[in-house]
């Protein structure tokens, strides 16, 4: 066994142009070392969170009962708790991969924090929304993530014209995507056209995206269609995310991005995510294994970190298969899938779980308020 060969398998993902990112956040993550661990170890360099994951950290631990408890005796209701509680940890965070966010001249070290997911049908407020949350988190290392509704779409080019950095997050058709793509170039040319027109605004090289493709949930919601056509099971989401990954190629070249690339501009990398396998009867690890490749981030739940790091084998695999992957797609469309349908209903129940987990949160939150102030704490 050579020296490269006896590396981590996760820490070997960089070799073939990918990074990995964590998906998860919490003070158990952040304040035992585990984070610090998983930079050294295994090469991780980036967090992402999302309503979801706030809610399952901060009920699930009592690491942040006394942060409740003074915020409550301080006079601040659920909300206001809810947002310092998530601020926080996003804060921790970002100093923690800093030195990464330094060291790959901001390609890496990012952190992510959600636009609040009851604005996911408001283009205006989600950009106010946004920058606020940038002001407050307040490090030069922080996404924001914004869905990838219609109105949010709107929004992501608004805030790419700001100079804003962002995580645009639940995508699953490929023609949201291209959407999507369309809004970050649009974004980086209107600010440029500030910058003509004497404004004062960021250098292109200053804003970054990630595009979010969610792809387990896809099978999820195929293989229910599909019945007892077993050879097209556990296919769909890979076939789509490969796919995805040749309109980024096609997309990030050509004269367009070319103007953009020659004034400092990066390329919005995909990022997959919803990597956990959902099916037990699929590899723990394939939505990982089969979209290895450059330019791209993968992120992953603790559970997928360590299953990859136990037996995942690095070698460039998004760009195999491709053609199959389309000839998939097209098998489902000649079947009666409509796959417009079925990611818009995913991208329905994306908002809508993010959304419930939110008021859980603060449900959760109001529960412990009262019952602090009910002690006289």
Known sequence: MTMDEARNPLARLGDFGQSVWCDDIGRDLLLAGRLQTLIEEDGISGVTSNPTIFHKAIVGSSAYDEAVRRLASDGAGAGEIMEALMIDDIRMAADQLHRIYLATGSRDGWVSIEVAPTLAYDTQGTVSEAMRIKAAVDRPNVLVKVPATEEGVAAIRDLTGCGCSVNVTLIFSLERYEAVMDAFL???????????????????????????FFVSRVDTAVDKRLGDRSELRGKTAVAGAKCAYRQFRETFSGARWAALEALGATVQRPLWASTSTKDPAYSDILYVQELIGSDTVSTMPLATIDAFRDHGVPAETVTAGVDEAAAHLAELRAMGIDMSEVTAALEREGVRAFVDSQEALLAALEEKRRKYLAKGW
């Open 186 to 212: 649009s974004g980086l040319e209107a600010l440029e056209a500030r910058r003509d027109a004497g404004e004062t605004v960021p250098l292109l090289d200053q804003v970054h995206s990630v595009a979010s």
